[in-house]
């Protein structure tokens, strides 16, 4: 018998309500009608993928988007019970991201049928006014009955996103949207901050000057407050943006960020695999039709040289407040331990941004708040 080939499983579903004008995540709205072609294309995909690697196991899924919860109940029971087939084993976590908007009782009692494990709701924030500017669907009352019609119906892992540095946005603001977050009690919390990404509405916005931004320091200042706010009721911060309480960890995010394979399905997903990056066709409806004729929707692939993973893992890893074992990462991507590395950690420790304790290396609080640049350095 072979042994298990362990990969975490993304699974994701570009459809959305409407578009808020801050995100450049693949989702698009008014696409409903190719939800049901787009689900079947889904389980084509991992049957021919299982097909190439039957001895693949996927020990943790993720549902993320776009809107996962937007997909119908039909598709979500569908889906579930087609993944439960493909890995009957079972698997050790399996998170939903979900807008509190979409959240029935009757999706959350099929989520949990089919083996969900985690919801995670996209909260944002607690006050309408800043839920309205960021072009959300939903309100402070359908986070509030979402999360709880979750607990009530079952879900023992909850996590709350959150985003900061929001449109006119203070610190007391933010500490508002903390501690009403912490009031719910969820076993993990993940603050974001807000970032423009060229390209959309809310980039062409603050180039024109019609957008108000908290500034540097100001976002610095909710950085703070969110360690100070979670850490004293027992959120450990484990990556730069998220928090939990004992034990409660995103084992699928650890999973990105140890380096570990994953397998990413649907239209413009990446996959990274014994050394290869892969991606997805983007657009919906080639997408649709390679899997309509029995083939896999290949975008693009990249082998990545020893030397490349060996960068990009160390980066990965600097997002965790655990580091990285350095010694371990020179010795997994076979590249000789040469002191390439000696130059930049000494800048870097001499400037407060880094630890080093050989063989650990990790990022300081000042290091995460500069981390962007620190990561460019080491690729
Ligand atoms: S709901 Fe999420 S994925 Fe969809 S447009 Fe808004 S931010 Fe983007």
Sequence with gaps: MYPCLSIGLYIHIPFCASKCPYCDFHSFPGREYLMAAYVEALTSELDLRLR???????????????????????????????????????WKEFTVEANPGTVTPRKLEILLEIGVTRLSLGVQSFLDRSLNSLGRIHTRADSLNAFRAARASGFTRISLDLIYGLPDQSLSLWEDDLREAVSLQPEHISAYCLTLEPGTPFYGRWKRGELRLPDEEASVAMYEKTLETLERVRYRQYEISNFALAGEECKHNLRYWRGGPYWGIGAGAHSYFGGARSWNKKKLESYLSDLREGRLPVGGREWLPKEKRLGEAIMLGLRTLSGVDLQDLFRSNEVTPDGRYDTLIERFRAQGLLLYDPPNLRLTQKGFLVSDTIFCEFL
């Excluded at 690697?53 to 997909?71: R, V």
């Excluded at 039909?74 to 890995?87: E, P, R, V």
């Design 52 to 90: 190439r690697s039957p001895d693949a196991q996927a020990d943790t899924l993720f549902w993320g988007g776009g809107t996962p919860t937007l997909l119908p109940d039909s598709s979500i029971h569908s889906l579930g019970l087609f993944l439960q087939d493909c890995f009957p084993a079972g």
